[in-house]
C-alpha cells in the first residue's frame, strides 16, 4: 500500500515538473514575440526609474501602445522623439533639460509628468526609424533616463 501511495506522489510530481518546465519554455519563448495589446497593438512596455529608463528595443511600425509604469519615487515624464540625423539632442541654455521647443517637428508624443507607482499610457502610430524615448524633469535625462526604440 504504501509502495502505491509514493508511486502515485512521484507521479503527480513528475507531472507538476514537467508541466512547469514546458510552461516556463512557452514563456520564454514568448518573450521573442511582439507584445499585442487589447485591440491588437504592438506594446511597448516602458520602466522608469530615477535616472534610469528600461524599455522594448525594438516594434513593427503601425500603431502602438506605451505602457510606461513610473517605479519612482520622483515624478517622471516620457517624451518621444524620432531621431534626426544629430546624435544628440538639443540642449535648453539651463544645460540640464533638453529643448523640447527644437523637437517638436520631430515629437511623436508625450505624457505628462506622472507619479511615483503610477502608469501612464500613449497610444501613437509610428513610421520605421529610431526613436529616443526619455524624461525631461530637471536633470533627468542628463542623468541618464534615455534609450532608443527601433521601429521596423
Do not use: W
Not at 510530481?13 to 516556463?24: C, D, E, Q, R, W
Not at 521573442?32 to 485591440?39: D, Y
Not at 515624478?75 to 522623439?81: C, W
Not at 529643448?99 to 501613437?124: R, Y
Amino acid at each position: 500500500m504504501l509502495g502505491f501511495q509514493f508511486t502515485a506522489v512521484l507521479r503527480r510530481l513528475v507531472g507538476i515538473a514537467i508541466t512547469s518546465v514546458l510552461m516556463a519554455a512557452g514563456l520564454v519563448s514568448g518573450c521573442a514575440h511582439e507584445a499585442k495589446g487589447v485591440s491588437g497593438q504592438a506594446v511597448v512596455r516602458v520602466d522608469e526609474r530615477d535616472f534610469k529608463i528600461t524599455a522594448t528595443r525594438t516594434v513593427r511600425a503601425g500603431e502602438i501602445e506605451i505602457v510606461s509604469r513610473n517605479h519612482g519615487p520622483d515624478d517622471h515624464e516620457l517624451l518621444v522623439v524620432r531621431q534626426g540625423g544629430a546624435a544628440k539632442l538639443p540642449m535648453r541654455r539651463d544645460g540640464i533639460t533638453v529643448d523640447e521647443d527644437a523637437l517638436e517637428p520631430v515629437k511623436a508624443g508625450a505624457l505628462e509628468p506622472f507619479a511615483g507607482g503610477t502608469v501612464g499610457v500613449l497610444h501613437l502610430n509610428l513610421t520605421p526609424g529610431r526613436y529616443v524615448l526619455f524624461c525631461n524633469m530637471a536633470g533627468h535625462f542628463l542623468g541618464g533616463m534615455h534609450t532608443t526604440l527601433v521601429v521596423r
